[in-house]
């Protein structure tokens, strides 16, 4: 499970997060791309866009589920 205190500074302000555990996979990216991003100076993946909409809401969970290392977070506190 994604840890809030370890997930990448890189990642926008909201409810969805990547944390240290990335591994750079590219699920994520595939599954919701206009929300995901690579930091490919150090190789992982963020969120640089919460979701806008409910297609992205859609995809960011898909994205949450499809992680193979459980580094993709969610605040449900959070919008």
């Known amino acids: 499970m994604a840890e809030k205190d370890k997930k990448w500074s890189d990642n926008a302000p909201g409810r969805y997060f990547v944390d240290e555990q990335c591994i750079d996979c590219d699920a994520c990216r595939t599954e919701a791309p206009d929300n995901f991003t690579r930091n490919d100076e150090h190789g ?5 866009k919460q979701p806008e909409n409910p297609e992205e809401e859609i995809r960011c969970k898909a994205a949450l589920e499809a992680c193979p290392v459980e580094a993709i977070g969610s605040d449900a506190d959070k919008k």
Do not use: P, T
Not at 44 to 48: E, G, K, L, N, R
């Open 44 to 48: 992982y993946s963020y969120v640089y």
